[in-house]
């Protein structure tokens, strides 16, 4: 069964410092999503992307924040310069369509020290 | 604003009992409502989902949960739980709040079984 894979699993950065975590979609979706869960906090959503362009996006979702899709597969977000409280887990989730069921990744655990 | 509520923070069931996790939701119309399970350190994956037609639906894993419309709820039972179950419970909607389609989460439930 197709699913959504995401690099690295863990990564540890320092404050300040740009990240950028990778997620590879379900091949023949359209629609991509990053939601992020501070630990022991609920799933918050982050931005969708469509059609190469943000659909919309979180108040949470500032400057420091960058999606592309680069090439047909892989779909990232840059975090520019991270602080301390970007320290969370960040999901990536593809539709086929804006209406169905979102399959999630595992998932990159993020820590700024 | 949208929310979904999910009142249980922590539930602790002993191994073969009956489970029942609650959801409740705010939304103007009948959402999509979802559940997701988290084990520790993994992801998120789907348990089961309503879109519309019968209100109770079945899941993986042996769940089910029952989508009341009069009650803005979509509690997830199971009949009999397994060690293996203890995780966290994430219930989720998917709504169009400004045209576009994304998940609200609650907040988790956290699911422990003693043996």
């Known amino acids: 069964e197709p699913e959504v894979t995401q690099t690295p699993s863990h990564q540890v950065t320092q404050m300040g410092q740009e990240v950028i975590l990778r997620c590879v979609p379900i091949?023949?979706?359209?629609?991509f999503y990053w939601y992020r869960q501070i630990l022991g906090q609920k799933v918050e959503f982050l931005v969708s992307f469509y059609n190469n362009e943000i659909s919309e996006k979180s108040e949470i979702f500032d400057d420091q924040f960058s999606v592309e899709r680069p090439d047909g597969s892989n779909f990232t977000l840059k975090i520019r310069s991270t602080k301390l409280e970007d320290s969370a887990m960040y999901f990536c989730?593809?539709?086929?369509?804006?209406?169905?069921?979102?399959?999630f990744g595992p998932g990159t655990r993020l820590l700024v020290l | 604003a949208q929310s979904v509520t999910q009142p249980d923070i922590h539930i602790t069931v002993s191994e073969g009992a009956s489970l029942e996790l609650r959801c409740n939701y705010s939304?103007?119309?009948?959402?999509?409502l979802f559940w997701y399970v988290q084990s520790p350190g993994q992801g998120l994956q789907l348990l089961l989902k309503?879109?519309?037609?019968?209100?109770l639906v079945q899941g993986i894993k042996g769940f089910e949960a029952e989508f009341k419309r009069s009650q803005s709820s979509f509690n997830l039972r199971k009949p009999s739980v397994h060690w293996s179950d203890a995780a966290e419970y994430f219930c989720?909607?998917?709504?169009?709040?400004?045209?576009?389609?994304?998940?609200?989460f609650g907040t988790g439930t956290r699911l422990k079984v003693l043996a």
């Open positions: 989730a593809s539709t086929w369509t804006s209406d169905e069921t979102q399959y």
């Open positions: 939304y103007g119309a009948t959402p999509y």
């Open positions: 091949s023949n979706h359209l629609y």
């Open positions: 309503y879109f519309s037609g019968d209100t």
């Open positions: 989720a909607v998917g709504l169009f709040p400004s045209g576009t389609y994304k998940y609200i």
